[in-house]
């Protein structure tokens, strides 16, 4: 039998309270399995990858070809002084990619920034159609730079299969979700689109965002631009430079409308994006495969212009929908019938079973970390920075059996030096920095090799024990985020009547202990007005030292719901799909946005 321990899989694992757990023997069988393990060890192929400034010596004389196309011939290894980027290294044993990396991410020196973290999808205006946009983000984003916020920190932007809510469960990271696009700045927009959009602003009426009805209607609008469309340089440009990697995903976005959102229930030649019948569909359909290409043309268009008013901090799920067009593009790196998730901690008793795909660490390397690049490049591009989340997986991820529940998984190891080096590399041509979302079950490891890299870690202060004065420089700080409760949830106690009334039974003792431990901090006595905690909670954060600090906008106006609670269905609950109670107008002339504002802004000047 294969060694599990040589495959990088963990026999045993520390949970979050620090006792051992050992999973069952079945599953270190289904991961063996996964990755096609032998009794022999892995395969040491793949890319070499070097620091800047240091040499690799193996012996043998080669052929480097850079990546600007330049030659250099070796005698007896890598030289020390080759630049930064992706080259190409030939031998007598054949030919690997090599990756020279700056080893640290770029992280500026004067960075000290306070901004609000948005879900854009709940931001809506009275333009919208129904559900937040890229126009959107451009007005929230030049109204708190007035008010002298540095960044925004943004939901992921990644495309939805149709009809998905959860961002954090993507068709695809390197592309965005046309959901997105104001379907009035498209080119080729005319009165009919006009008319399309009178209608369906009167989606903005009801709270919970009705996703299918949003898009029923903006894709009419689509279709009647790209029909409008009569071509532009810049779209040329834009499918020349995006090459094969768009081309591939626009394929599939036409495919899954004739065949299904699951690219593993389609007919047998669709399944291999490299076939003759993939290629022959898409000729035959160049026509609705070039306006999906248009669409996130277009989406980067209007998602640069977001990003002139101000920083915009993306973030960049965990992994992908093991149906959804990444992973039909790169099955061949995909562990079959594994699925990633977290185990049991405090705030999840049960663990968390995210159903998202795992890339198996041996064929990604041995793929030249195509997927890793492809994926980490489009994170970053058109943003000041990049929030990774749960970055533990850099290092290691929970994989779960298909029919077995989080309790039963296990850790397995990555190639973390490789995956950070790449990193590195992106952050530093981009220009934007990085910070690890470093939440939950965390080895000590890891936090140090973060520091060592120049990212920024996260501190919450429902997380933690010590008053913000404490908290590291190197991180973004913040109350609460996406999953967790809001001040004025989490005061008053309507987080847990919430969590009730979607099915699940809360960590009541937990939610009570924070709440005990926001009022010792900010001396608030019990019964006081949740504007009053808000208003507390913020003027805690504000003294921490960490270089940036965010503000959530539920927090401002006093919304009891968070986005998401974790563990329930969109049949229980309408996780990601609730907007904000206000317009992005009213909220613009609401004072509690402000309030924040200045309490944050104090400590920055």
Not at 108 to 117: I, K, V
Not at 320 to 328: C, K, S, Y
Not at 443 to 449: M, Q, S, T
Not at 552 to 571: F, K, Q, S, W
Request: charge should be negative; include cysteine; aromatic fraction near 8%.
């Amino acid at each position: 039998m294969a060694d599990a321990g040589a495959w990088g899989i963990d026999e045993r694992y520390k949970d979050a309270s620090g006792e051992w757990r050992k999973p069952p023997s079945n599953t270190i069988n289904a991961l063996l399995a996964a990755m096609n393990a032998t009794d022999a060890p892995p395969p040491e192929q793949g890319p070499l990858v070097l620091r800047a400034g240091t040499g690799h010596t193996h012996g043998a004389p080669g052929v480097i070809v850079l990546e600007d196309g330049g030659e250099l011939r070796c005698e007896d290894g890598v030289p020390s002084d080759l630049p930064l980027g992706y080259h190409t290294l030939s031998d007598d044993s054949g030919e690997r990619r090599l990756i020279v990396s700056p080893g640290a991410c770029h992280l500026p020196s004067d960075l000290r920034a306070w901004g609000w973290a948005v879900q854009a999808y709940a931001l809506r205006s009275e333009a919208s159609w129904g559900v937040g946009d890229l126009f959107d983000l451009r007005q929230f984003s030049a109204w708190v730079k007035s008010l002298g916020a540095g960044m925004a920190l943004v939901n992921p932007l990644h495309a939805l299969q149709p009809g998905a809510t959860s961002p954090y469960y993507p068709s695809s990271r390197c592309f965005r979700d046309p959901i997105y696009l104001r379907p009035e700045g498209l080119p080729g927009a005319d009165d009919e689109v006009a008319r399309l959009g009178a209608d369906a602003r009167a989606l903005n009426d009801a709270r919970t965002i009705d996703r299918r009805a949003v898009l029923e209607r903006k894709e009419q609008a689509f279709d009647r631009a790209w029909r409008n469309f009569t071509g532009a340089a810049e779209f040329d440009r834009y499918r020349e430079e995006a090459g094969e990697s768009l081309t591939r995903f626009a394929r599939f976005v036409v495919l899954a409308r004739e065949h299904g959102a699951d690219w593993r229930t389609w007919p047998s030649e669709y399944r291999d994006p490299q076939s003759g019948a993939v290629a022959r569909h898409a000729h035959a359909c160049a026509d609705r495969v070039q306006r999906e290409e248009w669409l996130q043309w277009q989406l980067a268009v209007q998602l640069r212009a977001a990003g002139d008013e101000l920083d915009l901090v993306h973030d960049l799920a965990v992994g992908i929908d093991p149906g959804g067009a990444d992973a039909w593009a790169w099955q061949d790196v995909v562990a079959p019938g594994i699925t990633v998730g977290a185990p049991p901690d405090e705030f999840n008793l049960a663990g968390q079973g995210w159903g998202l795909a795992a890339w198996d660490p041996h064929r990604l390397r041995a793929s030249g970390y195509d997927a890793f690049i492809q994926t980490v490049r489009a994170a970053l591009k058109f943003g000041g920075g990049l929030r990774y989340d749960h970055v533990m997986g850099l290092f290691r991820l929970f994989w779960i059996p298909d029919g077995a529940g989080p309790a039963d998984g296990t850790y397995v190891r990555y190639p973390a030096d490789d995956l950070l080096d790449i990193l590195a590399l992106e952050s530093h041509r981009s220009r934007a920095y990085v910070v690890g979302e470093d939440l939950g079950t965390v080895e000590p490891a890891v936090r140090a090799e973060m520091a060592v890299r120049g990212m920024l870690g996260y501190r919450v202060l429902w997380f933690e024990d010590g008053p913000p004065e404490e908290y590291p420089q190197n991180a973004l700080a913040t109350v609460t985020n996406h999953d967790l409760p809001t001040v004025a949830g989490m005061w008053t106690g309507a987080d847990l009547e919430d969590q009730r009334r979607a099915g699940i039974t809360p960590n009541e003792d937990g939610e009570l202990r924070v709440r005990d431990r926001l009022a010792r901090l900010a001396g608030l006595v019990a019964g006081a007005p949740a504007e009053e905690a808000v208003d507390a909670a913020y003027a805690l954060l504000s003294r921490a030292p960490s270089r940036l600090v965010t503000a959530t906008l539920e927090d401002a106006i006093g919304v009891i719901e968070r986005p998401n609670v974790p563990g329930t269905t969109d049949d229980e609950r309408p996780n990601w799909s609730l907007a904000l109670p206000l317009s992005l107008e009213e909220i613009e002339d609401h004072p509690g946005p402000r309030r924040i504002a200045n309490i944050l802004r104090r400590s920055f000047t």
